[in-house]
């Protein structure tokens, strides 16, 4: 069993950042790859990044390349989503999974998701 808690949301400007983590329990966090994904009001839950269990491969969705960064400290077990130049269109709430598949880019291969974090970007 895993369990995700998320934090690091709230309000910002556009063009600020955020720095998001997940932070999991158990002890068996390094075995999984951890994806983030978003939901915006009256939209499906949508990729954003994931990375491999040891943190070696990562991928992102187009719409946020160049700009978000995930990564993980399998001693803190924690993955973080460092956000830059935030747009309005990222306001949703970030969700964070966990899953033996891989770095996937599919919500239905996660096993365990997070509760979820609120962000917000002002134009």
């Known amino acids: 069993q895993v369990q995700l808690v998320e934090s690091g949301g709230g309000l910002v400007q556009a063009g600020g950042s955020l720095r998001l983590s997940c932070a999991a329990s158990?002890?068996?966090?390094?075995?999984?790859?951890v994806g983030w994904f978003r939901q915006a009001p009256g939209k499906g839950r949508e990729f954003v990044a994931a990375i491999t269990y040891s943190g070696s491969s990562t991928n992102y969705a187009d719409s946020v390349k160049g700009r978000f960064t995930i990564s993980r400290d399998n001693a803190k077990n924690t993955v973080y989503l460092q956000m830059n130049t935030l747009k309005p269109e990222d306001t949703a709430v970030y969700y964070c999974?966990?899953?033996?598949?891989?770095?996937?880019?599919?919500?239905?291969?996660?096993?365990?998701w997070g509760q979820g974090t609120q962000v917000t970007v002002s134009s």
């Open positions: 999974g966990a899953t033996t598949s891989g770095s996937s880019r599919l919500k239905a291969v996660y096993d365990y």
């Open positions: 158990g002890r068996t966090f390094s075995s999984y790859a």
